[in-house]
């Protein structure tokens, strides 16, 4: 585990977390599929906390390989309960069914191939509000394919419907998550983009909620092969489709649901494109021309072009250099 510790040392330096003076319980929602290779990394990092207040409900959607029941019952700890689906359902439904079994008054979903902070959940606790309704996210590291801190910002709430800014692992209270229902988990979010439509429905039902920022990075945010974010941006133009239909009314609140839509096409279109899926780029493209008006799709696909080239093998390889590069030249 002091791989793991290295990677926080090196952005947390001498920076202290002070004992949380709230004790309320914070329930950890894990859905879990064939990631029994990184599952017990992930069960020490919660185990590691100097916060003792929590559970953590893991829920086996039906995985293939492995056996995460052993994996969970060698922890030796009661804190940590084990669910397997009766079939396999997708993300949203495994989340769905650990919070059913959850009794916390807060919680966060974690996935099961991350590694958190051993002061991530007293940090978390030290923002916690009794009574109050409220997000609190914070930042983490990028590691795997590549390393990379990555900072979360609060931004006004309207800024949600163009961009996913508040982070899938923030922590919500328990009444939140039960009056908005859970996370929705229509196939049509089979592939991603289920944290987004989960705080967009936030948001609507508590549209003066308050939200919190810790500038620190408290969890590693691991990049691997088979992992479901890199298929998302495939299938990006999809789900929001489902999304726009899905919230409609407050898309059309702020005139932002056809510069949302031509965002995913041009998302799609992209990582297609370097995925060297020609002629899925060529039909994604063409279906967001008659979609969308053509300057907003063309105004978006340069950035994702170059965001897609960065999230291959030789972008990444030289993403490092790029950034020295602009740097003289900006100074």
Known sequence: MKKYLDIFTSEFGDIFIPPAQNSSKISILCAHYNNHAFLPDFIRSLQWQTYDNWEAIIVDDCSTMGDPVELVAAAHDPRIIYHRLDKNAGACAARNAAFARSSGEYVICLDPDDIVHPAML???GTHIEEN???IVMFDYICFGNNT?????KVYDAKKILSQQWIAGTSLV?????ERVGGQDS???LRYGNQDWEFW???????PNIKIIHIPLPLMLYRQHEGAISPRRLLHDHETRKYILRKHQALFD?????????AGGYAISTASRLFSRDFSGAVDVFVEGMRACPA???CRCLPGELKSAFLQTRTGRLMHPWLRKLKHKLMT
Request: glycine share 2%; charged share 15%; net charge neutral.
């Open 122 to 124: 007293t940090a978390l």
């Open 186 to 188: 229509h196939p049509a």
């Open 200 to 206: 967009l429905n936030v948001l609507e039902h508590y």
């Open 173 to 177: 209270n328990h009444r939140i998550w």
């Open 132 to 134: 109050e309704n409220q």
């Open 295 to 297: 300057r907003l799709l």
């Open 148 to 152: 990379a801190l990555y900072k979360n």
């Open 253 to 261: 609140c702020y005139d932002a649901g056809t510069a949302f839509l």
